[in-house]
């Protein structure tokens, strides 16, 4: 074994350690937010999970006040996925996002018909003045088709989302006043304008630093960002590089820590939707090929995510007022039952502060 070969493992508790999942620590939301690049909110209540699993005593209604003081904001950006990020961090990312959200807009079955001949900067001139107060959906199309009688208001409604900096603003996304989405541009929301010039490779850079060491495939997986093989070679000077047991180039900052594969990781829970899953083209660091291959996801309807020394082992679902149900698909031994119980019940804390809690588990698979 060569000195810079990094096992599947190693590369797991290195990824661990930089999400703050080996320890949990006392941080305040907003910086862990903006190091991880942002966090994924599809699911308004998944980026409280997330940060309740990397942060002593988090409390929901700190992740709430930022969004209520416009510190932070909901709207699409890696992956043409909904995020909550930093109100700095949306005029940077939103622009990188456009072309990935362009593609999408043109490839939706449902729409892509309605948008021949249309001149789309057009309609977004006059979208962008109808948003400049906050607007649902139904306010949205209905000023739409006042203004563009002969266009289809639906597809102009959802362009916004993929052509505008689309903002889902407050009550969405509050931990327990989530409502239907309400959106304006963030330029009318934060009162600045967005980033007339990204910085890519800026970007790249607190990729790997919070996900590293990673490929540049990797990179792509979790951004869809295209041309980055040019973008790590102008990074390459400031980067270390390994290789994983494939051959591959990894890539990461100076001064980054890979801890001891030995190293303890204790049971986490994490949401539905959580970036350390989703950032890897080879997730075989967090997720193995058999696990995937034996869990019932599309049976067992909505699930979070459990980890059990490191690796994706099940999920849970939380039944009913205060029962949570752990899904998985080989029987933990003693030792790591008795630990997933015990941070079952403090989730339960979380999610079911009055509730008379239940975990119980199912093998399924």
Not at 152 to 175: E, H, I, K, T, Y
């Amino acid at each position: 074994m060569t000195a810079d070969l990094l096992t599947p493992r190693q590369l797991n508790r290195a990824t661990l350690h930089r999400q703050h999942l080996l320890g949990r620590v006392r941080r305040p939301a907003l910086d862990v937010v903006r190091q991880l690049v942002g966090l994924q909110a599809q699911n308004p209540r998944d980026p409280y999970v997330a940060l309740w699993s990397r942060l002593v005593d988090f409390d929901p209604t700190e992740l709430e006040e930022l969004l209520l003081g416009r510190q932070v904001v909901r709207l699409v950006v890696q992956r043409g996925t909904v995020h909550v990020v930093t109100a700095d961090d949306c005029l940077v990312l939103r622009p990188l996002a456009q072309p990935i959200l362009v593609q999408q807009l043109h490839a939706h079955q449902s729409y892509k018909h309605s948008f021949e001949g249309v001149d789309l900067d057009d309609v977004m001139d006059g979208a962008r003045q109808i948003l400049d107060q906050p607007r649902n959906a139904r306010q949205l199309r209905e000023a739409l088709a006042a203004q563009f009688p002969d266009l289809d208001a639906g597809a102009m409604a959802f362009a916004c989302r993929n052509l505008l900096a689309f903002v889902q603003v407050p009550p969405r996304g509050l931990w327990n006043k989530s409502g239907a989405v309400i959106g304006t541009t963030a330029e009318a929301w934060l009162g600045r304008p967005l980033d007339e010039s990204p910085s890519v490779d800026a970007v790249m850079l607190r990729y790997v630093a919070a996900f590293g060491p990673a490929t540049i495939r990797d990179a792509a997986t979790w951004s869809r960002y295209t041309g980055l093989r040019e973008v790590f070679e102008r990074l390459r000077p400031q980067l270390r590089t390994f290789h994983d047991d494939a051959g591959r180039e990894l890539f990461d900052v100076p001064d980054s820590v890979v801890p001891d594969p030995d190293t303890p990781a204790p049971p986490r829970f994490l949401p539905e939707y959580d970036n350390v899953l989703l950032a890897h083209a080879d997730r075989r660091r967090i997720v193995g090929d058999e696990f995937r291959a034996r869990m019932p996801y599309d049976r067992l309807g909505f699930l979070g995510n459990l980890l059990v020394d490191g690796m994706l082992v099940g999920g849970w679902r939380l039944d009913g007022r205060a029962m949570l149900t752990v899904y998985i698909v080989d029987p933990l031994d003693v030792r790591a039952r008795h630990d997933v119980e015990a941070e079952a019940r403090r989730l339960l804390q979380l999610l079911a502060p009055d509730g008379r809690h239940e975990v119980r588990f199912e093998i399924v698979g």
